[in-house]
């Protein structure tokens, strides 16, 4: 059998193709977005980028209730916005099987929070798997379709940011054909009105029971005893950890099923043992449930709730032992924050709110970075949509005056992920609020997939796009803008005008985003002798542009020729050089 | 054999990705087992960028601690800097002579630090050179990557043709010359 470095998140769209997966719809999100990325090279298999994360799920419900094996694939925080049909679909259960994968991202390497979306698992009654490597992935993901299957439930799959994007050795299998199931109408199981939901309440209860003694039989909780005294349990990437720290100097318990825990398993492991350790990132979810069987363990007292765990630490926390001696830098090094690229089309948008001193309701996109200096800009940024909600519950308690120093911004996917809600909700309810849509034409912050307003999907064929114009005008915005944001005289003068308005208004900031390979710019900027050092050009906060022996330089290597700095001197000392 | 830690250091956007890739697949085909972290989102809008690649018998953790790293392959001066914590006592830290200012550097808030070739030399084995001048030489500066990678494979026991047939695997073909060129410059810099 051929070996393949995979990352896990290849691995688990390789274990999905394997088990004959007919659908695949996802919405994108660090560290998720390779696995229905990974679909695209698999032609048998229906795949596609869903508006947000409820659709996407909603969609493989129907695929699954349909008779197919169907996946959907999110982020953490994803996850909370599909929960309204998880926590139903619970209850229905499939036809097909039904995988959820969920990808969290302890240290928040792209995300806004830190949650533990194990939590999940157990709030809505499903079962929930924990792969640790690549190989892993592949396995479990195989393994939830069939266990989805047998016990009737949607199953998750819990990856994090250091499973998901390392790669990792995979054994390469083909695929097994899974026959489409028979669909049945079953008003009873597949309508959730209170008097079949309370009869499907009955059936959940006791498949969680039987998931349970699943729990306790299946090869997926394994124990390594390497005759020690001291137990370690564990779970996922914390395991890859655990062993590189301790070897064979302890016991381990590891638990690839995260939902349900077994109880007898974990009661045997214990037994005979001094001391026991717990260790896994994010929230204390093995920990708590060992404590409430009255199982004395080590956790969160020895271990952080933030960010990810290493090696190292756990080697100290249970041997006390020190990490390898290293060299130390003995001066202050500049971090290097993320920054829009050189050549983006929201650095002009940015500019032009930063200069009118503008209140700035953000979003989440590549634009979350106009909170970064020297722009700084964005007032608040929560969730994807609430640029454009949470401005209106601000104007309605400050008031017209405030409303009129106060814009939102959001980026074209997150406006139809989520924004155009509350656009609805301000034309609706008599808010005058004015939303800037920055259309790049692309969902740039999860590394550029297509979305409804591009007119591709995601296998790049050619579909209907969605006319931002036409919808605002449609759900009742009286007043919408067309503006070019490098336009910078102009921008200015339409932000202007619409923040003035008593009623809603909608400017599309369109300008594609610099690194889409239809953007072209040619030649680079160059500073001539009219340059007066007035630094003007530096408040782009772009990272070409720097001051040098106190003289403002551009560095030819980074610029992209994008002009926005011609636009912005005030003397004519930026030129375009061929 | 002890596993082998290989850290890879950059700027987001320099193409550290691919270099981890390619010496990832160099690797397997020693038949060692391998684990090659990545780094998606939002750190590769231009952010400090870190990649691992391990390996040996059997790797378990995908990540290198402080102390450990047997080599750095570092993209950028600053952010070799900032990695020489992770250096194994005895290793060898590999990086190209370019300095890109952080934002921080850009709006004055912070300095670039001074002569950091130097001072990290007098702390590690440090090989220097600048691979966008050899990039260029090989007919295009993106290939900085690639540079790199020939002058880090000189430095581990990983035969030539091993490195030649992976490229060949993982570039594609219309700048597979421009690529083999440019990692002789910087194997036979190694
Ligand atoms: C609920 C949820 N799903 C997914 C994400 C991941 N995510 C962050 S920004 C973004 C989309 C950005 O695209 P767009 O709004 O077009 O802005 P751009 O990055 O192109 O500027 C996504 C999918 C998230 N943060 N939250
Ligand atoms: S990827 Fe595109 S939208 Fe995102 S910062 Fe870069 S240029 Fe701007
Ligand atoms: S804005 Fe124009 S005049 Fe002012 S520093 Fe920049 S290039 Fe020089």
């Known amino acids: ?578 | 054999m002890s596993t082998k830690n290989i850290m890879i250091v950059g700027v987001g956007g320099q193409g550290t990705l691919l270099a981890s890739r390619i010496l990832g697949n160099a690797v397997i085909s020693q038949g060692y087992d391998v684990k090659v972290s990545e780094v998606h989102g939002m750190s590769q809008r231009g952010g400090s960028v870190v990649t691992y690649v391990k390996y040996g018998e059997q790797v378990y953790s995908p990540i290198i601690g402080k102390g450990e790293a047997d080599i750095i392959l570092a993209f950028e001066t600053l952010e070799a800097y900032r990695a020489l914590p992770f250096l194994k006592e005895g290793g060898k830290l590999i990086m190209n002579i370019q300095q890109m200012d952080p934002m921080p550097v850009i709006t004055g808030a912070a300095q670039y630090p001074a002569d950091v070739v130097e001072k990290l030399s007098a702390k590690a084995s440090v090989t220097a050179l600048d691979a966008l001048s050899l990039a260029k030489e090989a007919g295009n500066p993106k290939a900085v990557n690639v540079v790199l990678i020939g002058l880090m494979a000189r430095n581990t026991d990983i035969p030539y043709d091993v490195w030649v047939d992976t490229l060949k695997a993982t570039v594609p073909p219309k700048f597979l010359d421009v690529n083999l060129k440019a990692f002789d410059l910087g194997y036979n810099r190694g």
């Open chain 1, 1 to 578: 059998m051929a070996k393949k470095l995979l990352i896990g998140n290849a691995a688990v769209a390789q274990g999905a193709w394997e088990a004959g997966v007919r659908l695949v719809s996802s919405y994108p999100g660090t560290p998720s977005t390779e696995i229905t990325e990974a679909m695209v090279q698999y032609e048998d298999v229906y795949v596609e980028w869903a508006p947000n994360e409820k659709v996407a799920c909603e969609v493989a419900i129907g695929g699954a209730i349909g008779g197919g094996r169907a996946m959907t694939c999110c982020k953490h925080v994803g996850l909370n916005v599909m929960a309204d049909p998880v926590f139903t679909a619970s209850y229905t259960g499939v036809n097909g099987g039904l995988v959820i994968a969920v990808a969290d991202d302890p240290g928040m390497h792209s995300s806004q929070n830190e949650q533990d979306s194990r939590h999940y698992a157990r709030a809505a009654k499903l079962c929930m798997l924990e792969p640790a490597n690549s190989q892993e992935c592949k396995d479990y993901t195989k393994l939830a379709f069939d266990l989805s299957e047998q016990f009737d439930v949607p199953v998750l799959l819990r990856l994090s940011t250091r499973v998901s994007h390392s790669q990792s050795l995979v054994e390469m299998e083909g695929r097994t054909e899974v026959e489409l199931k028979p669909y049945e109408k079953n008003i009873g199981k597949y309508v959730m009105m209170p008097a079949n939901a309370i009869r499907r309440h009955v059936v959940v209860e006791d498949r969680q029971r039987k998931l349970r003694e699943y729990a306790e039989t299946c090869d997926l909780n394994t124990v390594e005893d390497n005759g020690s005294s001291i137990g370690v349990i564990t779970a996922g990437i914390s395991y890859m950890y655990a062993k590189e720290a301790l070897g064979n100097r302890v016991n381990y318990l590891k638990l690839g099923m995260a939902y349900p825990l077994p109880e007898k398993k974990i009661r045997d492991f214990v037994k005979g043992l001094d001391k026991v350790y717990v260790v896994e990132e994010l929230d204390p979810f093995i920990e708590e449930h060992c404590k409430v069987m009255g199982i004395d363990v080590t956790g969160k007292e020895a271990f952080t709730l933030l960010g990810e765990y290493t090696p190292d630490m756990i080697k100290k926390a249970v041997f006390n032992e020190d990490a390898a001696a290293f060299a130390a830098v003995e001066e202050q090094i500049p971090v290097r924050p993320p920054v829009m690229c050189a050549g983006c089309p929201h650095r002009g948008t940015f500019y032009v709110l930063k200069k009118l001193g503008l209140t700035v309701s953000g979003d989440i996109g590549c634009y979350t970075l106009g909170a970064v200096a020297p722009l700084q800009s964005v007032d608040t940024t929560i969730c994807m949509g609430a640029s454009v909600s949470a401005a209106l519950g601000m104007a309605k308690v400050r008031g017209q005056e405030f409303n009129k120093k106060l814009v939102s911004v959001i980026g074209d996917s997150t406006f139809i992920h989520s924004g155009i809600t509350g656009l609805i909700d301000i034309v609706y309810n008599k808010g005058a609020n004015t939303v800037i849509i920055l259309d790049n034409s692309i969902t740039g912050m999860t590394g550029h997939q297509d979305n409804p307003t591009t007119g591709k999907t995601i296998r790049g064929e050619a579909t209907k796009q969605v006319d931002l114009e036409k919808l605002c005008y449609a759900i009742g915005v009286e007043h919408v803008v067309i503006a070019d944001p490098f336009d910078v005289k102009n921008f200015e003068k339409v932000v202007k005008e619409e923040v003035e308005r008593d009623e809603p208004s909608v400017i599309i900031a369109q300008r594609p985003c610099a690194l889409l390979k239809t953007v072209k710019y040619t030649g680079r900027c160059v500073i001539n002798d009219k340059c007066r050092n007035c630094k003007m050009c530096m408040k782009l906060g772009c990272p070409a542009i720097s001051v040098k022996e106190n003289k403002v330089v551009i560095d030819r290597n980074q610029c992209n020729g994008c002009g926005l700095c011609v636009n912005v001197c005030p003397f004519g000392a930026i030129e375009k050089e061929a």
